[in-house]
């Protein structure tokens, strides 16, 4: 069983940063790949990035990439995503999932076995 907590999130202006952290419960952190979902309000859910939990590959979803890094300190058991260049279009609850899967399977939500409750970023134009 894992259990996740996010912090970071917060109001932004247009072209700001904001590092999102996940601390994640468990002995087995470790073990899983881990995963940033973000949506915004009246939208589904969607990938924004995940990590192998060795740290060997990273993915990002086209909207964010060459804007936000994934990674993760499995010594903390906390997983983060560094937000850079931020745009209103970034506004949403983002959640952190921990699933055992592989990289093929890192944009699809339904397999990922354990979610945060989600911080809320806020980006101003």
């Known amino acids: 069983q894992v259990q996740l907590v996010e912090s970071g999130g917060g109001l932004v202006q247009a072209g700001g940063s904001l590092r999102l952290s996940c601390a994640a419960s468990?002995?087995?952190?470790?073990?899983?790949?881990m995963g940033w979902f973000r949506q915004a309000h009246g939208k589904e859910r969607e990938f924004v990035a995940a990590?192998?939990?060795?740290?060997?590959?990273?993915d990002y979803a086209d909207s964010v990439k060459g804007r936000f890094t994934i990674s993760r300190d499995n010594a903390k058991n906390t997983v983060y995503l560094q937000m850079n260049s931020l745009k209103p279009e970034d506004t949403a609850v983002y959640c952190c999932?921990?699933?055992?899967?592989?990289?093929?399977?890192?944009?699809?939500?339904?397999?990922?076995?354990?979610w945060g409750q989600g911080t809320q970023v806020t980006v101003s134009s």
């Open positions: 468990g002995r087995t952190f470790s073990r899983y790949a």
């Open positions: 990590i192998h939990w060795s740290s060997i590959s990273t």
């Open positions: 999932a921990a699933g055992s899967l592989g990289s093929g399977s890192y944009y699809y939500d339904a397999s990922y076995s354990y």
